[in-house]
């Protein structure tokens, strides 16, 4: 009796075990392509973040110079033009004034840091540099000290287009303390990599707007160093710029055009910022009706902004929602 009793409960038991993995199986089955490639992460809610930043456009009097764009992948998009990005998302793009610079800059701007191009789209901007908070470093910045000092540039308002991170001013300190250590070339190669550079020799590479290694770097190159991993692993304290890396998914890139196009899509940039738009009249009458990316060669498809002027490419639906609208449905 005791023997035909144990047997029984195991037979229940399997079952109830069988059963259990089948239920995984089945909503592992069902469970959508958007919950199965959601990047995590942990530290920051980028959708409280541009609910913030957006709240704050709106007090600055930015609403008829910026919007915000609400796109997914088409079917044909998800074939050819996913990459290793989401196939849907939502960014700001924040057309500013001169006159309302100081502004932006005081109120939101210092907590970000910004992947800068020297022009407006519309003129095919091809050089680099960065913005950290109110500190502006050309390629030349980024690679030498100012008269032997570290003194960057303060960002003044002009004809630029952006990436725009939200990174806060404590967290900028580690992007600026890695600047200061490579304009003093104490950055020092921890083992031998490739031609130029040797183990316990400092890192100091030459320009060659073509190259990406640590021997050669372009404008973009620089730009990016503190988040391109070879850098890191001979850099003495990686750890506070790593964790940016990992939050933001950031790519070192040697092509400028690239530092934009190919971050935009992901879930952490607030969007793209373009500043002096005073410069261009006809945005400023009607930017987010006319506001338009225009062709960029070289890129590959899945790094294009997706925010097409008509709403509807053949990879990609969008939709450009006043800051109201935005808010309204959040």
Known sequence: MKVKFFLAILVLT?????????????????????????PIFADVDFHQVKLDYTKALMRMGLEDTSYVTRWALTPAGRQSALG????????????????????????????TVGLVLDDHPSNSPGTASLRIGKH????????????????PSRFESSALTELTLPITVAEQKAILDFIKTRQRH?????????????????????????????????????????????????????????????R????????AKQMVWGHVRLPGP???????????????????????????????AYGYIPDPKSGLTGTVKSKRLTLS???EAN
């Open 14 to 38: 399997l079952v109830a075990v069988l059963d259990a993995q089948s239920a995984t199986r089945c909503e592992q089955q069902f469970k959508t392509v958007a919950e199965e490639s959601a």
């Open 84 to 111: 290793r990005f989401p196939a849907k998302g939502e960014f700001i793009v924040t057309g500013l004034p001169t006159v309302k610079f100081n502004t932006w800059m005081n109120q939101v701007g210092k907590d």
């Open 186 to 246: 104490e950055v020092i190669a921890k083992h031998s990599r490739g031609a130029g550079v040797k183990q316990g020799e400092p890192i100091a590479p030459e320009f060659d707007s073509n190259k990406f290694t640590l021997a050669e770097e372009s404008c973009a190159a620089a730009c990016t160093s503190w988040f391109d991993r070879r850098w890191l692993e001979h850099y003495d304290a990686p750890a506070a710029l790593l964790r940016l890396v990992e």
């Open 325 to 327: 609208e935005w808010l």
């Open 136 to 151: 502006y470093f050309s390629f030349r910045d980024i690679r030498d000290l100012n008269d032997g000092r570290f003194q």
């Open 248 to 255: 933001f998914d950031l790519k070192a890139t040697f092509v």
């Open 270 to 300: 607030i969007g793209i910022t373009i500043f002096g738009l005073d410069q261009a009249p006809e945005l400023m009458a009607s930017f987010r009706e006319k506001n338009e990316w225009h062709t960029i060669r070289g890129i590959p």
